[in-house]
């Protein structure tokens, strides 16, 4: 696998997600993609917002690198886009076009699955998002809790 850029946008607490379509399910992401032969991840990132959701942006930082078992790494930055720009479908020259739709969602409109995707990608170093999960309190809420299915024995 090729190392990949993604860019984490966030607007009034909102994030900036792709719904794709991948394995035959559905799910939410940030835009990102593959690092092009020479090309520094910092670009990749911005050329990937463009691609995926017509959008110029400026790296604020970088959140976080994410080392993958197949020895690619992943590089995540904050990303600031002005607010007269609006989000548009692009396209996935990489894929088969697995974007579906592009939008601005706030955390509690997504599934737990997704969301655990997002605070691996550095959520919680956005600005609010870490007073956000010290307000969930201390609840297991692990979907397949009630099946055979998800369930772990500790200590085993």
């Given at each position: 696998m090729r190392n990949r850029s993604m860019?984490?946008?966030?607007?009034?607490?909102e994030i900036l997600v792709e719904k794709l379509f991948y394995d035959g399910r559905y799910f939410y992401s940030i835009p990102?993609?593959?690092?092009?032969?020479?090309?520094?991840?910092?670009k990749a990132a911005i050329r990937e917002l463009n691609e995926e959701c017509g959008l110029?942006?400026?790296?604020?930082?970088?959140l976080?690198?994410?080392?993958r078992a197949d020895g690619s790494t992943e590089h995540v930055f904050e990303v600031s886009v002005s607010e007269d720009q609006t989000p548009i479908?692009?396209?996935?020259?990489?894929?088969?076009?697995?974007?579906?739709?592009?939008?601005?969602?706030?955390?509690?409109?997504l599934t737990e699955r997704d969301r655990a995707f997002l605070w691996s990608y550095g959520l919680m170093d956005?600005?609010?998002?870490?007073?956000e999960l010290l307000r969930w309190g201390e609840q297991?809420?692990?979907?397949?809790?009630?099946?055979?299915?998800?369930?772990?024995?500790?200590?085993?």
């Open positions: 860019a984490f946008v966030v607007r009034n607490q990102g993609g593959g690092i092009e032969e020479g090309e520094p991840p910092e110029d942006g400026e790296i604020v930082k970088k976080t690198e994410i080392y479908k692009g396209y996935d020259p990489e894929d088969h076009q697995p974007i579906k739709d592009v939008c601005w969602m706030r955390l509690d409109q956005l600005g609010g998002f870490f007073d297991i809420s692990y979907p397949s809790s009630g099946s055979a299915q998800g369930r772990y024995e500790l200590g085993k």
